[in-house]
């Protein structure tokens, strides 16, 4: 007997990744969960450049770093991404960075209950 298997791809969605010192990720993640945002990817990184290298008055800089990246609809960038910028501290200098990524397809499991959702929805906005 063959499996039924198909796959759902998304093509309205982005990535958006920043990058903070080590200390600051639980922050940001703890903003996202605050928002309803279920899952991110958290992985460690290790930071080189002339600051880092030199420190502020010849001290040292920490370099290891965070990186957390989430893949989100389109609508909802700005607002998460304001999120995750200031629970990052961002706006100091030397906290980190973060950029979105244009993604022109994803795949992931998608339970039925939403697709049906989602068809339900665009069959209103086109009626």
């Known amino acids: 007997m063959a499996s039924r298997r198909s796959m759902t791809t998304l093509t309205d969605v982005a990535m958006i ?3 903070v010192q080590r200390d600051n990720a639980d922050a940001v993640t703890n903003a996202l969960l605050e928002i309803g945002i279920q899952g991110a990817s958290v992985h ?6 002339v600051r880092e290298r030199l420190g502020v008055l010849g001290v040292a800089v ?3 770093r965070s990186v957390i990246s989430l893949m989100v ?12 910028y200031l629970a990052g501290r961002l706006d100091t200098p030397g ?3 973060m950029y979105v990524t ?19 929805e665009r069959e209103l906005a086109g009626a």
């Open 62 to 64: 920490d370099v290891e």
């Open 17 to 19: 990744t920043c990058v």
């Open 95 to 97: 906290m980190g960075f």
């Open 102 to 120: 244009p993604l022109l397809q994803a795949a992931t499991y998608v339970p039925p209950h939403v697709l049906e959702r989602v068809a339900q």
């Open 44 to 49: 460690a990184a290790m930071g080189t450049g």
């Open 73 to 84: 609809a389109r609508d909802q960038v700005n607002r998460i991404f304001e999120r995750m």
